[in-house]
């Protein structure tokens, strides 16, 4: 998918606020007028603040949501002409370092991410809902893989996001036809966690938030990254993985706290180190 226009008129830290507290980051899509449609200088924000949410030790878990109607309603391509003359590459290299770079972001996040789905998430934005660890959606939230309503093939990881998490039919289903897809039927098959009323969104991302930020972070880190390699690894790589892992963790202060606590017969106190 060709790029978008660059966000005019207000500044990038506007249409994309950030706020940490009790050691919680959210991530906020801020063009309502939009649906929250992001640009190029979205997406690159996007990215910087997850890979700084990664490596700040004060953060614990990230919250990403918009405002308004919408989560995100895809890539703007406003501005975009179909018959514009492209040199050969220029679309793969877009891809690469756009729509796929901002998935992997969060995929390749340290931290846990939580997506807030408060309404319309389609294309990008649905993959990007997708690509987080936990999904929670309000009511009035749709997702559509509206790629194939603009003669577009799905990008931003959606070939590789959609099978694994709802086998190969149901994917094909989702992508060939680009029906919208309520939110209690992406409950139903297991894209969301769970659905909410609108009014509670915010609170229900709130709790998760802050019971994953009082947790082991590295655990919840070396966690994460087990189970995103487990579908490309053989049983042999997995359990190397796996030991390699439990290796890495029993050196942190939190793993001695909680075999401390179980011996002690008390609640551990993480500190995320």
């Not at 966000?7 to 649906?35: F, W, Y």
């Not at 897809?181 to 009323?197: F, I, K, M, W």
Request: net charge neutral; aromatic share 4%.
């Amino acid at each position: 998918m060709p790029d978008s226009p660059r966000a005019s008129g207000n500044s990038v830290n506007s249409l994309v606020q950030h706020a940490t507290d009790s050691q919680v980051c959210r991530i906020t899509l801020n063009r309502p007028e939009a649906l929250n449609a992001i640009t190029p200088d979205q997406r690159d924000r996007l990215v910087e603040l997850l890979a700084g949410a990664s490596a700040d030790p004060d953060v614990r878990a990230v919250v990403l949501t918009g405002t308004g109607r919408g989560f995100c309603a895809g890539a703007d391509l406003r501005g975009t002409s179909a018959g514009t003359e492209r040199v050969a590459g220029d679309v793969a290299r877009t891809i690469r370092l756009g729509a796929q770079r901002l998935i992997a972001a969060v995929l390749d996040c340290e931290k846990p991410v939580i997506a807030a789905v408060n309404g319309t998430a389609a294309g990008i934005g649905a993959h990007l809902a997708f690509a987080c660890d936990l999904v929670l959606a309000a009511e009035s939230a749709r997702f559509i893989e509206v790629f194939v309503r603009r003669g577009l093939v799905p990008d931003g990881g959606g070939a590789y996001l959609l099978p694994r998490l709802v086998g190969t039919h149901r994917a094909k289903e989702l992508m060939f036809f680009g029906d919208a897809l309520t939110a209690a039927d992406a409950e139903r098959l297991g894209l969301v966690n769970r659905v909410v009323p609108d009014g509670e969104l915010d609170k229900a991302a709130r709790e998760w938030a802050e019971r994953l930020a009082a947790g082991p972070t590295r655990a919840l880190a070396l966690t994460k990254q087990l189970v995103n390699a487990s579908l490309d690894s053989d049983r042999a790589s997995a359990f190397a993985a796996e030991a390699a892992a439990q290796e890495i963790n029993m050196t942190t202060q939190d793993a001695r706290e909680g075999v401390a606590s179980f011996a002690e017969r008390r609640s551990p106190e993480f500190k995320g180190r």
